[in-house]
């Protein structure tokens, strides 16, 4: 490993981490020569397969995009950097099983969706919100209701009454009549 600093390959392993479930490897090294402490980085290269889009294009797989949507998601929530990058780890776990060479978008969404619902129920509507690209509230809200359904689990009523009992404005959403 050449030293960052100096560029001679002559360094010295002298703490090795193991991180991510044994995805990565951390390593402190230093320079035999300038005695430069740094650190370096093992990860495993996963061959994820590629992404079919539903207007027919196909692209590599890109964790970057999926990192963005859910940080946006999961903004001013407590959600870490890190769970965001475990669900993701998850999902290229999950992909690389399939043992495909192409999966869809909707495959990936629905992963992502059901692991994101999980970890935290109002980061899953921020994400529906934007990933489903509704054009008006009552449609969002009943595919929004209809996927809960499925879940079991009557988060959205619960949140709206919730923010209705904290005094707050449900801001035009109806969810249908509760009980």
């Not at 994101?116 to 209701?145: G, H, Q």
Request: proline share 3%; hydrophobic share 30%; net charge positive.
């Amino acid at each position: 490993m050449y030293c960052p600093s100096c560029q001679t390959t002559d360094t010295k392993v002298i703490e090795t981490r193991i991180l991510n479930n044994g995805m990565t490897i951390r390593r402190r090294r230093r320079c035999e020569q300038c005695d430069k402490r740094f650190t370096t980085y093992e990860m495993m290269n996963i061959q994820v397969p590629d992404v079919a889009k539903a207007d027919g294009r196909r692209e590599a797989f890109n964790r970057d995009k999926i990192v963005k949507g859910l940080t946006k998601a999961c903004q001013k929530r407590a959600i870490s950097r890190d769970q965001i990058h475990a669900l993701i780890d998850s999902l290229e776990r999950y992909l690389t099983d399939l043992n495909e060479k192409e999966v869809t978008t909707d495959v990936i969404g629905n992963y992502v969706m059901k692991e994101l619902y999980k970890l935290d129920p109002v980061s899953y509507v921020r994400f529906a919100s934007f990933y489903w690209e509704f054009d008006n509230i009552p449609d969002f809200v009943d595919t929004l209701e209809q996927n809960i359904r499925v879940q079991k689990k009557p988060i959205l009523k619960n949140i709206i009454n919730r923010d209705e009992d904290n005094g707050k404005s449900d801001k035009g959403l109806t969810s249908g009549p509760t009980q």
